[in-house]
């Protein structure tokens, strides 16, 4: 198969791992025969450094021309007091917009060899298997008026938290069709005994639900998720939820798996093309330092084969070899327990290429 691939790598780390999700990409398209035809975008801090904007519009289109889109993080010191429309984030929230992203799917899994590295005792997460459904293109991050207000003489501020319900409609949709295939649970997350908006979620929740009878709705106030997804997340199976609270209770998330940085996303339109992103950002603080975590971004890059390009089996080999390197004790700093093999985000992204290539299981 022929595809076109659109790369956003933006700033920080996510340019290393981007990098190590192209690699791994050449290595499946050589493997299996494919040709990824990958056409360079700029988003974020760079952008606005080089063209004045987070998000030019040679990069929209180079987006909507593409068979789908891969995006590493945006976002770092050096723009961050700057006014919001030249804000690197803004870059990543216009593109979701552009695109049409309103569903962002956040799957977290257990990994055996990785118990340890999360601070969670090993029963606690022992076969965790949970995927966060966060709509993504409304509520609080997109509502107006969002601004600074003068109200009595008295300084004051305004964001708002807008949604139409046909919006709510299809992001818990999505979270019911995926929960048929899964293990038939729906836990949709609110704020539904202070906020009008999450009692409407509420609502939508139970109306659509009627359409799913073997599928179970739960309901749950987004204080006592927080608190269920550390103390019992084997509880969880599809969850649904704003986009706030999916934003804050997805980096929770991560810490099941052990890191941040296992933490792969595809974003998902009504018409494509989709895009696929590490639920983590820029990470300034360990940028240039070799020691980026690269597997949620070579995950999304397998979430992509399979979603976009149904590429069922390319996108088992990169999980298997995933697995397999992790088995074998290569460990990124983030994930680093005693013992392991302490790796650079290079080495990692050689191993898990090297074991993708040699596989004999693979095929
Ligand atoms: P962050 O996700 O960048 O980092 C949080 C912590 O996790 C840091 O200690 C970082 O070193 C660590 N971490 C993150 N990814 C890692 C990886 N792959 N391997 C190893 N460690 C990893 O969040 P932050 O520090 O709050 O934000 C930094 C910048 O990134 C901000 O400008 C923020 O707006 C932006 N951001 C962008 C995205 C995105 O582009 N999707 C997501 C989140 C944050
Ligand atoms: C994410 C990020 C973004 C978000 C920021 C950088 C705008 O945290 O993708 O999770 O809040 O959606
Ligand atoms: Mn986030």
Redesign the pocket.
Known sequence: MKKRIAVLP?????KE?AKGAIEVLQAVGERFGHQFYFQYGMI?GEAIDTLGTPLPDETIELCKQSDAVL???????K??KKPAHLR??QG?LRIRKELGLYANVRPTSYYPSLADASPLRKEVIEGVEMVMVRELSGGIYFGKPSERIQKNGEDGVVDTLYYQRAEIERVVRLAFELAVERKGKVTSIDKANVLESSRMWREVAEVISKDYPDVELEHMLVDNAAMQMIKNPKQFDVVVTENMFGDILS?EASVLTG???MLPSASLSERGPYLY??????????KGKG???????ILSAAMMLRQSFGMNEEADAIEQAVNQVLDAGYR???IMTFGKKLVTTDEMVGEIKATLMDNEAIM
């Open positions: 933006g700033d920080g780390i996510g791992v974020g995006l590493g993080a945006v976002g770092g010191p723009w961050e690197s984030e990543l980096d890191s941040l940085g992103e590490p639920i983590h950002g820029s990470a300034p603080d360990i020691s980026a975590n690269p597997i949620a971004m990124t700093k983030d």
